[in-house]
Structures are given as structure tokens and as C-alpha cells.
């Protein structure tokens, strides 16, 4: 019998069509997970105060923000302290399928859109907080930023060189991580409603996030293991790991621990005495000789550029990964080919360009969402669609509960 499943060309592209998702979120973290589901075919409607997102406010990498993170949503400004806004905002969420707030501790509470009584009224919505500390504990009130999570987790202390400060990763990746975290649980609550018909709250907590990202190590240390430390590149219990190698126009990362990678590695650089050597012999002497080894990986590898040690080293299947800048890794191949960006496009068709979603169903080509829209560009449209007449639009105008 032929199977049931749909076959590669016929998979639906967008298998959230028909979702509808509330996005009272700022910044990064909520709105991030709500464009996760935009992506996969919500609709989302993005409830900003009457002066915007703050991200719009905070400069050009606010702006950034919001093009990130805002793609394919429509955009109204509410009031949500008046009654007329709040009462807008609940009929948005009572056609919704999905509420996401990351707001500062309590506000939704105030405001009356808190998840205790939203759920209470509507027992299907599924209700997505993004907090910076988790409930029960004593910082749950406190504001939570990406930057506060990577401190108190531990992330900033094994960041950086030995002797240097502690350091931030480069971009806000606690953030980002709890944004698909975040859209990671209302997947599994809508499946989930699927078999109970009733929603669920869930919450993601930036400080759980950046202790999640670093499973493997808090997992050793938790099993008795030494303090971590900052060790700049390499891997404290692997060698050649994660080391940092000069080349002659770059640098290189390269990890070839195992034995047999080892030993492969040293044959690709005609240097089969190496495997041998009684100081690298093992993996345990290669780190206890560490520093030897990477005097002896520069001498191999410094007269090659990193593109020829790319070439040289992955093609024999030796991890190896060229330290690229930002315009260097636009113009690479494998960004190239792999269509990895796609044009977020405005209605006057102009646009810019955007990193698509970060996998494939089957064939299906990445999905380009419309740009970020302006603060409450959608008021109309959003309103019209909830079953408010043009007059009762106007009056909302009229009292500034819309923008």
C-alpha cells in the first residue's frame, strides 16, 4: 500500500498556516519566538505600546532588532493602560492560538493580560513568558538581560583569556537561544492541545537558557569536576581542540583529538613522526604538552592560507574552519549556495536582505517574510479583522488607545 505520508513535494511549506499568534514582546527574546512561528506560517500580530517597541528607540542596532526579529508580522500600537486598549488586546488574544510576552517582571499582570488571567478566560491559548530569572526563585521580579544571564550562569567566567577579564560572547546569543527555546515549547503545547484541547503556560528564563547552553561543562563539573576556567581557545581535557592556528593571511580553528584523527592529521601534514612523538603520543600528553603542540601546529600550517588549510585538512576529513569576518563570510560559498539569506521586502518593493530560517522541510525553498513593520502600520487591518466597524476605529483613534 502506498504510504500516507506526503511526499517531499507536496509537504506543506508553512505548516503553522492558520495559527494566530498575540507577540506582546520587546526587543529580542518574544519577539524573536513569535517570528520562529511566522516563519513556519503563523500569523502574528505584534501589540506594541502607542510609541513603539523599545528597540526602536535605543539607536541603529535597535533598528537592527526590530528587522531581525519583526519579519512577516502585522503591527498595532496600543494603549493597553486604558480600558479601550486593554480591551482591544483581549479580543486579539480570544482569535489567538498563542500569547508571548517578555516584558519587564509584572507588567502583564498589571496591565490585566498576565497568563493566570488570560488562560482563565480563554483556556485554549497557549501563553509563552520569557523572563530573565525562573519562578520560585528570589531574582524573578529583578529585570533580566542577555548580559545579566551570561554573568550569573557562569558563561562570562570560562569566556576570555587566562589572564584577561571575564568576557560577554560577541553577540547576544542567550537571547537568541531562548527566542527558538521559546518557540521550541509552543510547538510542543500546541501539539499537546491537539490531544487534550486545552492550552497551557510556559516559560523560558534567560538564566535557565544560558545554563542549557553550556550543558557538557556544568555537567562535569556537577559530577565532581574542577572549577572551569578561562582558557581562551582550546578545550581543557582535548588536544588538538578547538585550537586557534596563524595562517598566512588568517587564522584557523582546528580539533583533532581522537587518536585516529591525530594520526590521520599528521600524515596530511607529512608529519607521520609527530604521532609518535613520546609528547604527543596520547591525547593526555598532547594536553599536558599543549603548548608544544601549538608551536608545532603554526610551524605546519603558517606558510598556507586558510582557505588552502580548509581545503587541505576538511577534505580529509579533519574538522577545520577559517576565521572569517562578517564581509568574508557573506561572500562565502557555502552562505552562497546555500541560500542561506533571503529579502525581507517592503510594500513600495524595496526591502533588505535577512537570514532566513535556520532549516529545510524537504525541498521547500526558505520562506521570505515581508520586512518589519512600522509601529502600528496594521491598525486598520488588525482591527477590521477583529469586527470593529470604521467608526468604532476611529473612536479608538480618537482616544489615542491606537495609534
Known sequence: MPSSSPSPSRRPAAPLAGVRVVDLGQYIAGPGAAMALAELGATVIKVEPLAGDQARHIGRYGESMIRAYNRGKRSIALDLKSDEGREVALRLIAR????????????????GLGPATVRERFPRV?????TGFPRGGPSH??????IAAQAESGLMAVTGEPDGLPQKVGVPVVDAAAAQLGAQAVLAALFGRERSGTGETLEVSLLETALNLQSATWCEYLAGGPEPKRMGHGQPHNAPAAELVPTRDGHIVLSAYAQEHWQRLCRVLGQEHLAGDPRFATNALRVQHRA??????????????SQECVDLLGGQQIVCGAVRSYREVLASPDVVGGGLLVQARTGDGGGYRALGLPYRFGDAPRPELPAA???????????AEAGYTESEIAALRASRAVA
Open 96 to 111: 489567538s492560538d498563542v500569547v508571548i510576552q517578555n516584558l519587564r517582571p509584572g507588567a502583564v499582570d498589571k496591565l
Open 126 to 130: 497557549i501563553y509563552l513568558s520569557i
Open 141 to 146: 521580579e529583578r529585570p533580566g538581560y542577555d
Open 292 to 305: 608544544e603542540l601549538r608551536q608545532v601546529l603554526q610551524e605546519c600550517l603558517s606558510r598556507f592560507t
Open 373 to 383: 513593520p512600522e509601529a502600528g502600520a496594521d491598525a486598520a487591518l488588525v482591527l
